[in-house]
Structures are given as structure tokens and as C-alpha cells.
């Protein structure tokens, strides 16, 4: 006697494919912008497979070499090949970016919600908080934590440069959240799941925050581009990822200022990097606001 096989697992392909397809189809600059972040992604995490030169090793019979075909980026100061560097690099860009706008928005969102559904004393003492952050320019705030912040690896990665990154990320994610999560507050299975007895656990996990996933997803998103933007100002001002790491905003300071004249190559592609890895970020955050948020659609 045969048995029958669920059919739910061979649908779920489709499932997906058909989202993506819907997403091109109605964001296709977003598309545009995803294909770009996968490839940066596959640079990073497969760029010991792609760079062609070690991007640590020092060739001094080709210093500042013009871009060719051996070096397509030319070299810098101490004969590195740049295009190297900048593959290096990506991967030191999105992981800081990913981990910094990852903490910052997901302890954002929690203060966020915890804000709107608790109101009174607790919602004032959250704002008021916030209202400090803001106080802040993002770009100052973070120079602060990193420079009262003790130097931390953990795994290769600079600990303290991404909680100052993440620092300036909570309140503007905060804010939103706490937006989104006022309207659905005051919901009738929100009254319905008090008066029912429900724990405020239950209700703010299974009812709450489900709802606010779309803000944060773009909040996410969005803050990636500034968590990059930050890294490589903190990195070019020297308070950031330190040599000889590479490091895109690293890759613009020191000998490149120095030799930008003669040799403008080591200025032009990392930030080029630089400026096409924070408009795909935004595009696809402006995107995914667009295909998420119902009041856009057509």
C-alpha cells in the first residue's frame, strides 16, 4: 500500500521563487541593488579564492604602479595590489556593517516596543534616553564610544568599533518602532489578549512584535549603508580598523592623501567601493520599504 508524500516541501521553492519574482518585477532598481550586495557578499566571503594577490603582501618593485593588466587597480604605496584590498575589504565592510546595524536595530526595536506597550514611567524613561542619543550627531556619538571604548577582537572582528557603530543605530531605530507598535497597541486582539489574561511576554512576542517585523527589516536594512559609511570614517580618521587590515575607508587615508596626485587610483576605487556599497544598501532599503509598506502599493 503507497503512501502519499507531503506536498508542502516542493512548494515552498516555488513559494520563494514566485516572492522574488514579484519583488523584480515590481522594484526592479531593487533588484538591481540585491544583485550587487549578493556579489559584494560572495567577494567577501570567497575572496581568498578571488583577489589575485595577497592583499597583505609588499612588492616594492611595483610601487604605485598605474592600473595594467597585472594590477587592474594599480598599486599603493608599498606595492599592494588595491584591487586585492578592495575584495579584502567588502568582507571587513558588511561584517562590521551587518553586526553594527544588527545589534543597533534589534536593541533598538526591543526599546521600541517595550516603550509603546508599557507606556507612563517606562515610555518616559525610554525617550528621554533617546532624546539624549539624538542629541548627538551620528557621526559624533560614535567617535565618543570608540574613543572611550578599550581596543576588543573577538574572531578578528573589532568588538568596540561595532558597538560604536551600533550606539548611534538604537535610538532612530527606536523611534520608528516605538511609531509602529503605538498603532497596533491599541488594537482590539491587543484588548482582547489582556482581558483574555494573557502574560505581557505572550503579547508582545506572538502579537506585537510579528507586526513591527516590516519596519525593522527596513530600519535593518537601511542602516547597513551607515554602519559602512561610519566604518570607513572612523577607519580613515584612525580609530577604526587599524593596518595592515584592509579596509576600504583605511585604503583612503595615510599614504593615499599623500600621493593622490601622482597616483589617484588609490583614491578613486576604494571609494568607489565605498560609495556603490551605500547607494545598493539604500536603494534596496528604499525598495523593500516600497514592496513591504501597503500604503505604497499600487
Not at 575584495?87 to 558588511?94: D, N, P
Request: proline share 6%; charged share 15%; aromatic share 12%.
Amino acid at each position: 500500500m503507497s503512501t502519499a508524500t507531503p506536498a508542502a516541501p516542493a512548494a515552498a521553492l516555488p513559494a520563494r521563487r514566485s516572492v522574488v519574482a514579484e519583488f523584480s518585477r515590481q522594484q526592479p532598481l531593487g533588484a538591481v541593488s540585491l544583485a550587487i550586495i549578493v556579489i559584494m557578499m560572495l567577494a567577501g566571503i570567497f575572496s581568498g579564492y578571488v583577489a589575485p594577490y595577497d592583499p597583505l603582501h609588499i612588492d616594492f618593485a611595483s610601487i604605485l604602479a598605474p592600473p595594467s593588466l597585472d594590477h587592474w587597480f594599480g598599486t599603493d604605496a608599498y606595492g599592494r595590489d588595491i584591487l586585492s584590498r578592495v575584495i579584502h575589504g567588502s568582507r571587513t565592510a558588511l561584517v562590521i556593517g551587518f553586526l553594527s546595524s544588527f545589534f543597533g536595530s534589534s536593541i533598538g526595536a526591543v526599546l521600541g516596543i517595550a516603550s509603546a506597550y508599557f507606556g507612563g514611567r517606562v515610555d518616559n524613561a525610554i525617550q528621554r534616553f533617546v532624546d539624549v542619543l539624538l542629541a548627538f550627531p551620528i557621526i559624533v556619538l560614535a567617535l565618543v564610544v570608540v574613543a572611550a571604548m578599550r581596543k576588543i577582537s573577538f574572531a578578528g572582528i573589532d568588538v568596540n568599533l561595532v558597538f560604536a557603530i551600533a550606539i548611534p543605530i538604537v535610538p532612530r531605530v527606536a523611534r520608528v518602532v516605538r511609531a509602529a507598535a503605538l498603532s497596533i497597541n491599541v488594537m482590539p486582539y491587543i484588548d482582547a489578549a489582556r482581558a483574555a489574561g494573557y502574560s505581557d511576554q505572550r503579547i508582545i512576542f506572538r502579537h506585537m512584535a510579528p507586526n513591527v517585523v516590516a519596519p525593522y527589516l527596513i530600519m535593518f536594512t537601511a542602516f547597513i549603508a551607515q554602519a559602512i559609511l561610519l566604518e570607513a570614517s572612523l577607519s580613515f580618521l584612525g580609530l577604526g580598523v587599524t593596518e595592515p587590515t584592509p579596509a576600504w575607508g583605511l585604503m583612503l587615508s595615510g599614504n593615499a592623501a599623500d600621493f593622490y596626485r601622482e597616483a589617484p587610483w588609490m583614491i578613486l576605487f576604494p571609494g568607489a567601493a565605498i560609495s556603490l556599497a551605500v547607494f545598493a544598501f539604500n536603494l534596496f532599503g528604499d525598495s523593500l520599504r516600497d514592496y513591504l509598506d501597503p500604503r505604497f502599493k499600487v
